[in-house]
């Protein structure tokens, strides 16, 4: 069920992030966090058990492509600024 809904939602997030960097337009909402976060999950956590089934789809959306390989960049770089704690 899901491989046969997902291309769909993938092109309407491919559509709606045409020419913009983020969901809505060049700054960063909680929209782009909700997307990371299931995209994270099934996309491009190698630990997923769905993440090989899925990975070839999202390739086929440029836009949407862009969009995680950014949410990727952005989250690593936040996680790397963040101080470290000691438990």
Known sequence: ????????????????????KY????RLTIADFFIWGWVSAWFTNLESSVQFVFSHI???????????????QDMEEHLASRPNFAM
């Open 1 to 20: 069920m899901l491989c046969e809904t997902l291309p769909a939602y993938c092109a309407f997030m491919d559509t709606k992030l045409e020419g913009k």
């Open 58 to 72: 999202l390739s086929e959306y440029p836009n949407f492509q862009a969009h995680t390989d950014l949410m990727k």
């Open 23 to 26: 969901v809505c337009g060049d």
